[in-house]
């Protein structure tokens, strides 16, 4: 099995320079595992790598999202696992980030299904969400300003009920 060199923790804590440096040494590409840099134009924020950083070092899952564009787990998982399925296998992948859901789904087997039914939910304010949420689990802990989040997580329990 190939090996490869995952690096993770919070923004701005080094991982960016360690994974050029070893790049460089263990002749490496890099995949971002970094749930707001796959997103084209949130690159202060994420303190994304510029292409000087770069140092001729290959990236892969940056920029390849415009911000309006949904992009998830699921779809993280099939587009890293074709990249290391295509690795050169005199290449050494090198995971970068802070999302642990990514890194976890991208090396161990986790299953997503990808087949559930979307409702619309646009026609709802994120109160009614909210109150919706509510009725399939009262402790529920999301905040009122996350509508991605609301409409995903009412969505989830929607089809659950379904089944």
Known sequence: MKKIIVITGPTGV??????????????????????????????????KISEEEKMGVPHHLFDIKKVEEDYSVYDYQNDGRKILDNFDE???????????????????????????????????TNQELLDELKKYNKNIDIHINNRKRLERRLNIYMNKKEE
């Open 14 to 47: 080094g991982k960016t320079k360690m994974s050029i440096e070893l790049a460089k040494h263990f002749n490496g590409e890099i995949i971002n595992a970094d749930s707001m840099q796959v997103y084209e134009g949130l690159d202060i924020g994420t303190a």
């Open 90 to 124: 005199n290449k050494t992948p090198i995971i970068v980030g802070g999302t642990g859901l990514y890194i976890k789904a991208l090396l161990y087997d986790y299953n997503f299904y990808n087949n559930e039914e979307k409702f619309d939910l646009s026609h709802l």
